[in-house]
């Protein structure tokens, strides 16, 4: 038998309470309230966004590059175990028919929580690739503490920026459909909401929240002949399952399992060590276009006279899929959490489709969207044999 128990997800990564009721008065406001129109809505979160991509900017101007990517990669390294070990109380509450109660809202709300904070991770992440003014400037590489105003601002960056986009996206809808406004919570750990529109619905229990129910055990062993496999080598030159596992190999290497969080390396060290990884001779060129970021590829993502990174899982390069980041002094930055991302992901996209992003398209995409198709055909048909009852006429 199951006890299942959590805390908020402030208390669980040990954040100061005061401090999170500072940050939220000074960037919310005092009160809690509804904001009733998408209008309203969007200007208010927009304001929240626009004041947080100043001071971040700044900041990563004027501080030590590797300082800045620290701090990320450690918050990343706090929040993304953190949900990983919610994420699987959660699959074992579904296995044990749990789906409402206290402790099914604080499990939620510490996911919607915690994705709020990697998504803004990865994006700053991203961004600190433009910012690269102060790369002569030491950084303290003994030191590894978990900075709570910045991870704090993170959520509320990250919460304002989904909420801003849903709401934004709704706006084509008629008024009173999809994501309709905000509620503003300043004295509660769950402090950004989208208000959304909750129609009466039906659906298949032994489909809601069960992608696996599409998905063949063999599907991830036999990925290279796949559709989307094909399509991962003709675009990146590099074999689906060898590629995740150079990640994985990177991680066990470099970073000691996981035992060490980030590592910093010279360039030519690093290709050396993917020589030495590789069984069979590969072309690091197509590695690093791969899996490498750098500030040219962050720049080519850039919206008109933005300046920044701002949309969120959507670009090509971006830190989620290509976790390893080489800075322009020729050092390489690996973080165990973000190669781990990036294999999940990857995985997902194979087995469950999606998109690995959106603004560009190559056979990788095209390969996705037939896979997409695939998966929308199975379930069709296990609805229907699920669902209709066959009679003889």
């Known amino acids: 038998m199951y006890l299942f128990a959590t805390r908020p997800l402030w208390k669980e990564i040990n954040v100061s309470k005061k401090l999170v009721k500072d940050l939220y008065r000074e960037y919310l406001g005092m009160e809690n309230q509804d904001i009733l129109t998408r ?20 900041d990563m101007r004027d501080s030590s590059s590797l300082n800045s990517i620290k701090d990320l990669y450690k918050i990343l390294d706090e929040v993304y ?21 206290s402790a099914f809202d604080v499990f939620s709300q510490n996911r919607n929580m915690a994705r ?52 934004s996206l709704s706006r084509k809808f008629d008024s009173e459909v999809l994501f309709t406004g905000v509620k503003i919570r300043p004295n509660e750990d769950y402090a950004i909401e989208p208000i959304k529109y909750h129609p009466i619905i039906h659906f298949n229990t032994a489909l809601t929240g069960n992608q696996n129910i599409l998905v063949d055990d063999n599907e991830l062993i036999n990925a290279d002949a796949s559709t989307v496999g094909k399509g991962f080598y003709t675009t990146y030159k590099i074999k689906f399952i060898y590629s995740l596992r150079l990640l994985s190999t990177i991680a066990e290497d ?12 010279d ?56 976790p390893i980041l080489c800075l322009e002094n020729d050092r390489i930055v690996v973080s165990w959490c973000a190669l781990k991302q990036a294999q999940e992901l990857w995985s997902s996209i194979l087995l469950n489709g999606g998109m690995c992003y959106s603004n560009k398209k190559d056979d990788l995409t095209r390969a996705v969207e037939k896979r997409n198709e695939e998966l929308s055909n199975k379930l069709v048909e296990i609805l229907y044999n699920g669902s209709v009852v066959k009679t003889k006429i």
């Open 267 to 322: 360039k030519k060290e690093f290709i050396n060590k993917i020589r030495q990884y590789s069984p069979e001779p590969i072309d690091v060129d197509d590695f690093f276009e791969l899996f490498v970021l750098n500030k040219e590829k962050i720049k080519s993502q850039i919206k008109g006279n933005d300046g920044i990174i701002w949309i969120m899982n959507t670009n090509q390069y971006r830190h989620e899929i290509r």
């Open 116 to 167: 709020n904070i990697i998504d803004a991770v990865n994006l700053w992440i991203e961004n600190s690739l433009l910012f690269q003014e102060n790369l002569e400037r030491s950084y303290d590489e003994n030191s590894f503490g978990l900075n709570q105003q910045l991870c704090v601002k993170m959520y509320i960056y990250g919460a304002a920026s989904q909420a801003l986009s849903l709401i």
């Open 39 to 58: 209008k309203e809505a969007i200007n208010f979160l927009f304001g929240i966004t626009k004041k947080i991509q100043e001071e971040m900017t700044r």
């Open 254 to 265: 470099m970073l000691q399992g996981g035992k060490c969080a980030m590592a910093v390396i």
């Open 81 to 101: 175990h953190f949900y990983r070990r919610q994420k699987e109380a959660r699959s074992k509450m579904r296995e044990a028919g749990i789906n409402s109660g």
